[in-house]
């Protein structure tokens, strides 16, 4: 089965960085977009950016400028580098991908967990 592990999330001050990893494991024999969305209490998930297999990025406005998203495809690992930290970042943060796997071939979305982010002021 596929899975999605994040990692990286923990506690850290206003204006610090945190560095959160995305493994894919598993039957997988593609994987075209990656993202990173998160979810504070209370509130929406929301996407805060994307990857393209050929590493063209999106982010959402609230992070341009302050986090970068990158991939590896021979490690099936999504990264994303978060600096510049904000309170207001504070979130679980959940990895996503599209992925061709099987038997039988399928296209699913698949979901991570969540990593916890908390950003202390």
């Known amino acids: 089965q596929v899975q999605l592990v994040e990692s990286g999330g923990g506690l850290v001050q206003a204006g610090g960085s945190l560095r959160l990893s995305c493994a894919a494991s598993?039957?997988?024999?593609?994987?075209?977009?990656m993202g990173w969305y998160r979810q504070a209490p209370g509130k929406q998930r929301e996407l805060v950016a994307t990857?393209?297999?050929?590493?063209?990025?999106g982010y959402a406005d609230s992070v341009k400028g302050r986090f970068a998203i990158s991939r590896d495809n021979a490690k099936n690992t999504l990264y994303l580098q978060m600096n510049s930290l904000k309170p207001e970042d504070t979130a679980v943060y959940y990895c996503?991908?599209?992925?061709?796997?099987?038997?039988?071939?399928?296209?699913?979305?698949?979901w991570g967990q969540g990593t916890q982010v908390t950003v202390s002021s």
């Open positions: 996503n991908a599209r992925i061709l796997s099987g038997p039988p071939a399928t296209w699913n979305d698949y």
């Open positions: 598993g039957s997988i024999f593609s994987i075209t977009a």
């Open positions: 990857i393209t297999r050929g590493g063209s990025a």
